[in-house]
């Protein structure tokens, strides 16, 4: 599967921002999608995953209760709602997609980039 993931940008600390990822196929029924990212200098680490079909979400204890990820069926597309920024979510951020029967995510977007300043 082919991912897009957009809506990068930068914020102050506080502030609020909504990333978005495409995915090519014609259904995602079957996958679990996720969100990492990569710090400058740091390794690329989870933020939040769901699965398509149930909707069950899971999330890095550094953002619980900050950010929210959902999906829209419709659109075939998942989405990472941010808030209460701080500086420390400062990363790329990626999107990935893996076949639920699976461990490992093997289709990934290419990034956006998410600055956040105090």
């Known amino acids: 599967v082919q991912l897009q993931a957009s809506g990068g940008g930068s914020v102050q600390a506080g502030g609020s921002l909504r990333l978005s990822c495409a995915a090519s196929?014609?259904?995602?029924?079957?996958?679990?999608m996720g969100w990492f990212r990569q710090a400058p200098g740091k390794e690329r680490e989870f933020v939040a995953a769901?699965?398509?079909?149930?909707?069950?979400?899971t999330y890095a204890d550094s953002v619980k209760g900050r950010f929210t990820i959902s999906r829209d069926n419709a659109k075939n597309t998942v989405y990472l709602q941010m808030n209460s920024l701080k500086p420390e979510d400062t990363a790329v951020y990626y999107c990935?997609?893996?076949?639920?029967?699976?461990?490992?995510?093997?289709?990934w977007g290419q990034g956006t980039l998410v600055t956040v300043s105090s």
């Open positions: 990935a997609a893996r076949i639920i029967t699976t461990t490992q995510y093997n289709s």
């Open positions: 196929e014609r259904t995602l029924s079957g996958y679990v």
């Open positions: 769901i699965t398509w079909t149930s909707g069950i979400t």
